[in-house]
């Protein structure tokens, strides 16, 4: 298991952007209007736009990438953990299943799907 990504969720984008960006002096490896990634070593630090009662997207989200999806939900199901919803196959080439940790802060798995 790798951390990927530390996700800030940002209900104002274009504040965090420039922070991030003009100020710190962080380089941007993608930016759309909703997503922004800063290569920061091996994990990148990705901003998030959020809506104001979107629930899954408040405060710090993680991203890991590991190797099986399925065999880390059963793992996580005998530690008593329960995910979000089953894990779905996402439009940027991972299958992902998300829970939420003790202070609301969403942590996502990833497996990359086959190219």
């Known amino acids: 298991m790798k951390l990927s990504f530390a996700i800030l ?3 104002d984008l274009e504040p965090m952007r420039a922070f991030y ?3 710190v002096g962080f380089r941007a490896t993608a930016e759309y209007p909703e997503w922004v990634e800063f290569d920061t070593g ?6 998030h736009a959020a809506g104001p ?5 408040r405060g ?11 065999a880390l939900v059963r ?6 953990l329960e995910p979000q919803a089953a ?13 939420i940790d003790p ?9 990359p799907l086959a190219p």
């Open 103 to 111: 202070l609301g802060n969403r942590v996502e798995f990833g497996e």
């Open 9 to 11: 969720f940002a209900r």
């Open 75 to 80: 793992r996580l199901a005998e530690r008593g």
């Open 53 to 57: 009662n979107d629930l899954e997207t």
């Open 42 to 47: 091996p994990a990148k630090l990705a901003l």
């Open 87 to 99: 894990p779905v196959e996402q439009d940027f080439g991972f299958r992902t299943v998300a829970y």
């Open 21 to 23: 960006k003009d100020s």
């Open 60 to 70: 710090l989200g993680l991203f890991f990438t590991v190797d099986d999806v399925d």
